[in-house]
């Protein structure tokens, strides 16, 4: 074998060694594994809570008839609210077309057996009753009989009427009574045999007055002996009047009675 050919043969041996060497060295190298990244739509759906939306094709439609029930309830309390208001301002019956009996009596129309409307008008009542009751007090009848009218337009079937008329009536009643006894009383009596009347102002007289007074009653017991009785409201003005009578009489002792009357008489007895 000549010399050229033993360097190539020597040469192509080295080189298959150095490449035997080289791939173990990068087989050896450690193999990075690829992370992936996390699927922000996958992360959200676990972190996120459920939220069940209603179906809004199977919600319950509100039907025309429950529309309809709704707008007449809230005209019937509306109506109600305007009657409250009038009933604080006194507008009972007037003005015509905004007083409280006519906001009470159309939410009744709609609504009959409404508690605050039935309310509203037993108020009106009590209120009309209450200014006939202060009338009749002041004597006022005809003002007093004109608002119990009132209250019977607004509710006859009230008793609160009834009671009310009662009351006035027995007042006036009363009244009337009483007025007759003063006025009988007030009537100038007429004396009878043996009645002298003597002025319920005698004592306020000059003495010689009430001398004068007194004496067609001393010249009688004097005459008849007779004795007397004093009907007079002060008990010492009637002995006072037995003084002076007895006093003028000097052929015997006068006997006497008083007796506390306001009847301002002396009248003279037969033993």
Same mark, same amino acid.
């Given at each position: 074998?000549?010399?050229?050919? $033993?360097?190539?043969?020597?040469?192509?041996?080295?080189?298959? *060694?150095?490449?035997?060497?080289?791939?173990?060295?990068?087989?050896?190298?450690?193999?990075?594994?690829?992370?992936?990244?996390?699927?922000?739509?996958?992360?959200?759906?676990?972190?996120?809570? $459920?939220?069940?939306?209603?179906?809004?094709?199977?919600? %319950?439609?509100?039907?025309?008839?429950?529309?309809?029930?709704?707008?007449?309830?809230?005209?019937?309390?509306?109506?109600? =609210?305007?009657?409250?208001? @009038?009933?604080?301002?006194?507008?009972?019956?007037?003005?015509?077309?905004?007083? =409280?009996?006519?906001?009470?009596? =159309?939410?009744?129309?709609?609504?009959?057996?409404? !508690?605050?409307?039935?309310? *509203?008008?037993? /108020? +009106?009542?009590?209120? #009309? %009753?209450?200014?006939?009751? &202060?009338?009749?007090?002041?004597?006022?009848? +005809?003002?007093? @009989?004109?608002?119990?009218?009132? /209250?019977?337009?607004?509710?006859?079937? &009230?008793?609160?009427?009834?009671?009310?008329?009662?009351?006035?009536?027995?007042?006036?009643?009363?009244?009337?009574? /009483?007025?007759? $006894?003063?006025?009988?009383?007030?009537?100038?009596?007429?004396?009878?045999?043996?009645?002298?009347?003597?002025?319920?102002?005698?004592?306020?007289?000059?003495?010689?007055?009430? +001398?004068?007074?007194?004496?067609?009653?001393?010249?009688?017991?004097?005459?008849?002996?007779?004795?007397?009785?004093?009907?007079?409201?002060?008990?010492?003005?009637?002995?006072?009047?037995?003084?002076?009578?007895?006093?003028?009489?000097?052929? !015997?002792?006068?006997?006497?009675?008083? #007796?506390?009357?306001?009847?301002?008489?002396?009248?003279?007895?037969? &033993?």
């Amino acid at each position: 074998m000549s010399k050229n050919q $033993v360097y190539f043969l020597f040469m192509a041996l080295f080189l298959t *060694g150095c490449q035997t060497n080289i791939a173990p060295s990068e087989q050896g190298e450690p193999r990075q594994e690829k992370v992936s990244e996390p699927d922000p739509k996958s992360a959200s759906a676990e972190l996120a809570p $459920v939220i069940n939306v209603p179906d809004m094709k199977k919600t %319950t439609a509100i039907s025309p008839e429950q529309i309809k029930s709704r707008a007449a309830k809230r005209l019937t309390l509306s109506l109600i =609210a305007q009657g409250e208001d @009038a009933l604080s301002a006194d507008r009972l019956l007037t003005p015509e077309d905004d007083n =409280a009996n006519l906001y009470f009596q =159309a939410a009744l129309g709609r609504d009959p057996g409404n !508690f605050r409307a039935i309310q *509203g008008i037993a /108020a +009106i009542v009590d209120v #009309y %009753t209450q200014w006939a009751w &202060d009338a009749a007090r002041s004597r006022d009848y +005809i003002q007093s @009989a004109r608002y119990l009218e009132y /209250a019977r337009s607004v509710n006859p079937e &009230d008793p609160v009427i009834v009671e009310m008329t009662s009351r006035v009536k027995d007042l006036k009643a009363k009244r009337e009574h /009483a007025a007759k $006894v003063v006025s009988k009383k007030s009537e100038p009596k007429e004396p009878q045999v043996g009645q002298y009347f003597l002025p319920e102002t005698l004592f306020s007289l000059s003495e010689d007055e009430i +001398i004068a007074q007194i004496q067609p009653i001393i010249d009688e017991v004097a005459k008849t002996e007779q004795s007397i009785e004093i009907y007079w409201p002060n008990d010492k003005q009637a002995r006072l009047i037995y003084q002076i009578i007895n006093s003028r009489i000097t052929a !015997f002792r006068v006997r006497a009675m008083t #007796y506390h009357r306001a009847d301002y008489m002396v009248e003279l007895k037969q &033993d």
